[in-house]
């Protein structure tokens, strides 16, 4: 098992890390439960879990498939966004999760709920003058639920991580994952 502390676990968290299961059918449940999604975006797909219980069109990102999400130019045209972005990509202090939710609102319609599987860090871990603070202050639609996650829900990887929910007004405002 490991646990992020950069100093003593270096390489030893994996890069890319699964959705479990768990997570998958907890997040279909309570979209199903409150919306009917018709067209699904998922920019950094995997290998699909975290859709694949959905009955509807299913738009994917891999880049390991050779679809690369942050090279994508065009308007994407769907009514719900579901994702569970890499936490890092190894260069500069941005997460990977910002740079995949910064790209996610300039290619969709900003209203549209949206699901972001994410490290605590990207809501808590700011400064005062952070570009990300006044970002998620200012830019980013509003937080309406997030679903609290174990520490070690995900498969060999001890790590803080939650779900963001942005405009998901029809759900509760605070989830614990029911496991």
Partial sequence: MSVYNKGENKGQKRSDTPTDKRICKFIYNIIIDNYSP???????????????LFNCEII???????????KEENFIDCDFVIMNPPFNIGSGRKLAVEVF???VLSLVDNTIPIIMICPMGFRLNQR??????????????????II????????NTLYHSEIIC?????????????I
């Fill in 38 to 52: 018709t067209k699904i975006l998922d920019p950094c797909c995997g290998d699909k879990r975290l859709t694949e």
């Fill in 60 to 70: 994917n990102y891999e880049i390991k498939d050779g679809t690369d999400f942050l």
């Fill in 101 to 103: 939710m910064d790209k």
């Fill in 128 to 145: 005062i003058k952070s570009k990300r603070w006044r970002k998620m202050r200012d830019t980013y639609p509003n937080i309406s639920s």
């Fill in 148 to 155: 609290s996650l174990p520490i070690d829900i995900f498969e």
């Fill in 166 to 178: 942005f405009n998901c007004d029809k759900f509760n405002s605070h989830y614990f994952l029911d």
